[in-house]
Structure formats: structure tokens, C-alpha cells
């Protein structure tokens, strides 16, 4: 089954506390983002890849980093977490100007 | 402006009904357009894709794209209780290499039996 898969689906953590998100898809996708989502805000772009070993900001990349080493994985990382980055997180995966598939989610609590 | 603009509803509209979504966008160069459905704590899923001028016809569903306007729709016929939901438009910018998905803010459509 052609699929985006992000693991953790929940995570609550504390202020500091290093963490990573995995997003895997087998879809053999050039492209992958990653996506938060707040209340009123609607989704917005943290960073994106489009190929192994090359990634780019997006609207909102304080705070993240990023990795693309193989193909299907496009982790997210966060150095220190904040509460401010407490959000619904989605990663994303496409073929160049294509539509995306989207991940079930990571919703994150900071305290 | 913001680069994809959409009526933040909410949109409420009777069983059996037209519901109609409108999406503006800034970039006259896009080339790609999407909606997309999302229920409440759930990921986006794709309803329709649109390339060209004109309309496209998926089931109850009918996008609407006109370039010159810089506007795209979404027209649900026969509106169902389960079609009530967020529904995301998203646009792809001019460059074919530069898959940079600009998306709006979100409709929230409520169909009431």
C-alpha cells in the first residue's frame, strides 16, 4: 500500500528536550515536506527536500532541522524544543508539481 | 496579500444542496491546483487536481479553474452530512522544479441533515 508514515503519532515532552520525527514513504517520491498546523493558521511549510541530500527552508524553519540521506526518509528534528512548537505536524511526499500525500501526523505537546 | 486566499467560513449549507468553495491566488505564473479534504485531527486527503482552464468532473465534485482571474472552485452537488469537513485549497507555483505548495487557510463547510 503506497503510504506516508510518521512516527511518533503523539508525543508529549519537555522544554529542551531533544526529538525526532520520522517520515518514511514508499512511493519512491522525490519530493518531501514537512508541514505544522495551528488554529487559524492553516498549514505551513517548516522545510522541504527536493532529492536526497538537498533541502530548503520553508516559511517557518526556526528551531527545526532536517535530514534527507535516502530517498524515502525525510526526518525532523528538534535541537530544543520550545512550547511555542507545540502543533500538529505533518510530512508530505509528491512527485515534482504533483499532488502531495500526507502523513496521519505528529501532534506534539512542549511543556 | 496572501498567496492563496480562502473564505474561512464557516460555510453551512443544507443536506442535498450545492456547496460552493472559492480559492484566489496571487501568482499568475501557477501551474498546478489542488483541494484537498480534511476532517477534524486528520491529514489532508486529495479530492481534485486541475491543471487547465475550465472545469473538471469527479463524481459530485466539479473543480473550477480560471487562470486570467487567478481563481479556483470547488462545487459539491448533493451535499452529504459526512462532506462536512475543512477543505484546503493549494496551489503550485510557476516553477516546474520548484515544488513549493502554497496552500490557503482552509473552508470549513458544515452540510446539516
Known amino acids: 500500500e503506497a503510504q506516508v508514515t510518521q512516527n511518533p503519532r503523539y508525543l508529549i515532552t519537555v522544554t529542551g528536550k531533544k526529538l525526532t520525527v520520522t517520515c518514511s514513504q514508499n512511493?519512491?517520491?522525490?519530493?518531501m515536506s514537512w508541514y505544522r498546523q495551528d488554529p487559524g493558521l492553516g498549514l505551513r511549510q517548516i522545510y522541504y527536500?527536493?532529492?536526497?541530500?538537498?533541502?530548503d527552508k520553508g516559511d517557518v524553519p526556526e528551531g527545526y532541522k532536517v535530514s534527507r540521506k535516502e530517498k524515502r526518509n525525510f526526518p525532523l528534528i528538534l535541537e530544543s524544543p520550545s512550547p511555542n512548537q507545540t502543533s500538529l505536524y505533518f510530512c508530505?511526499?509528491?512527485?515534482?508539481?504533483?499532488?502531495?500525500?500526507f502523513g496521519p501526523g505528529t501532534r506534539l505537546t512542549v511543556t | 496579500q496572501k498567496e492563496v486566499e480562502q473564505n474561512s467560513g464557516p460555510l453551512s449549507v443544507p443536506e442535498g444542496a450545492i456547496a460552493s468553495l472559492n480559492c484566489t491566488y496571487s501568482d499568475r505564473g501557477s501551474q498546478s491546483f489542488f483541494w484537498y479534504r480534511q476532517y477534524s485531527g486528520k491529514s489532508p486527503e486529495l479530492i481534485m487536481s486541475i491543471y487547465s482552464n475550465g472545469d473538471k468532473e469527479d463524481g459530485r465534485f466539479t473543480a473550477q479553474l480560471n487562470k486570467a482571474s487567478q481563481y479556483v472552485s470547488l462545487l459539491i452537488r448533493d451535499s452529504q452530512p459526512s462532506d462536512s469537513a475543512t477543505y484546503l485549497c493549494?496551489?503550485?507555483?510557476?516553477?516546474?522544479?520548484?515544488?513549493?505548495?502554497?496552500f490557503g487557510a482552509g473552508t470549513r463547510l458544515t452540510v446539516k441533515p
Open positions: 512511493m519512491n517520491h522525490e519530493y
Open positions: 493549494a496551489v503550485n507555483p510557476r516553477s516546474y522544479n520548484n515544488n513549493d505548495m502554497r
Open positions: 527536500s527536493m532529492n536526497v541530500e538537498v533541502t
Open positions: 508530505a511526499s509528491s512527485s515534482p508539481g504533483r499532488e502531495q500525500y
